[in-house]
């Protein structure tokens, strides 16, 4: 079973550019082809409009999936809310060539949203306001053979300044650095409070079963070391309980070599944001792990650059599994 994520970077069909779909098809399905996935985990699947009234679809990602094995895949995918139609921007899509038997989101669920009054807003509200996550997580259970593979696609919120009332002169201009110190401070509580969240979702598997076969992937917007992935992995060092170790998630790209370990150029730095952790019985099969960056652009310095939309600034990471191993070599005998 071969298993990757990718975040298709604002995948869309605009009206002011119809050419602009058909370009980055051209990059992007042959990316996906390489891929040869059985289970892909999509990010920033954007939604277009079926008629002045009709619910969105996801119209541009049927095209990008034409004459590819995918079109065929049994697919999840997260809507506005709870059997609504899907989000204008930014839903997550869940493909596989296992049934998929159950899937939901979890946006609150588990955690409710925290309160906070604004410091530095203006006017400054009087009473506390919930600080709501952007998205919800996707949990989609497959029967794979037999087996039961519980597989939790997200997208946690990008380490950028959220809005506060009365600070922002422009999009990306602040008034003041306090103002943006605080909407700084809010996407981080979001982007842990997703984290979280995802985290006490695992918790519940391994409660039904401790020997559940998970996989959490997705965009983290975080490295290993930041406290999302801290997280979601908890490990053994974290906890400080050796007998929670059964419980902690393991990072895959931890097998990739160091100077190959990117998802995403940055201002010159490349980084992991990117992640496929599972559950250590899943480890048990894990044959190899790629990241598909060769050609990736810096988002920073490409930004502006019209080759730079033909595909997305990130890069798919995928992982290969074998189940039921048979030994290559006769068992090692005491003689």
């Known amino acids: 079973m071969r298993i990757a994520t990718f975040n298709l970077e604002n995948l869309d069909d605009p009206a002011d550019d119809p050419a602009l779909l058909g370009r980055r098809i051209a990059v992007l399905r042959p990316q996906l082809q390489r891929l040869e996935a059985d289970v892909l985990c999509l990010q920033e699947v954007n939604a277009q409009p079926s008629g002045h009234h009709g619910p ?18 049994h697919r999840a995918a ?37 309160s906070y009054r604004m410091a530095t807003a203006e006017p400054r509200p009087e009473q506390p306001q919930p600080v709501e996550w952007d998205r919800p997580l996707l949990l989609a259970e497959l029967d794979v053979e037999g087996r039961r593979i519980h597989i939790l696609n997200l997208h946690l919120r ?17 008034r003041t650095v306090g103002g943006w110190a605080e909407g700084f401070f809010l996407a981080t509580v979001k982007r842990a409070g997703q984290a979280f969240e995802a985290r006490l979702l695992v918790e519940r598997l391994f409660d039904d079963d401790p020997d559940a076969m998970i996989v959490v992937a997705g965009d983290c917007n975080a490295g290993e070391t930041e406290m999302p992935l801290r997280i979601l992995l908890a490990e053994a060092a974290d906890t400080g309980n050796a007998a929670l170790a059964v419980r902690s998630l393991v990072s895959l790209e931890s097998s990739v070599p160091a100077d190959r370990r990117f998802s995403v150029r940055h201002a010159g730095r490349a980084v992991m944001l990117d992640h496929l952790l599972v559950s250590r019985r899943l480890v048990a099969g894990l044959r190899f792990v790629a990241i598909h960056n060769e050609h990736l652009a810096d988002e920073v310095f490409a930004a502006a650059e019209e080759t730079a939309r033909g595909g997305s600034f990130h890069a798919p990471v995928v992982a290969d599994f074998a189940f039921d191993l048979r030994p290559s070599r006769p068992p090692f005998t005491a003689d």
């Open 56 to 73: 969105r679809r996801l119209a541009a990602l049927d095209r990008l999936l034409e004459d590819t094995a995918y079109a065929g895949f």
């Open 78 to 114: 997260s809507a506005r809310e709870p059997g609504g139609g899907p989000a204008d921007v930014h839903n997550l899509v869940t493909l596989s060539r296992y049934p998929i038997v159950a899937h939901r989101q979890i946006r609150h669920d588990l955690v409710s949203a925290p």
């Open 158 to 174: 990008a380490p950028l300044a959220g809005f506060v009332p009365g600070q922002k002169l422009a999009p990306f201009r602040w």
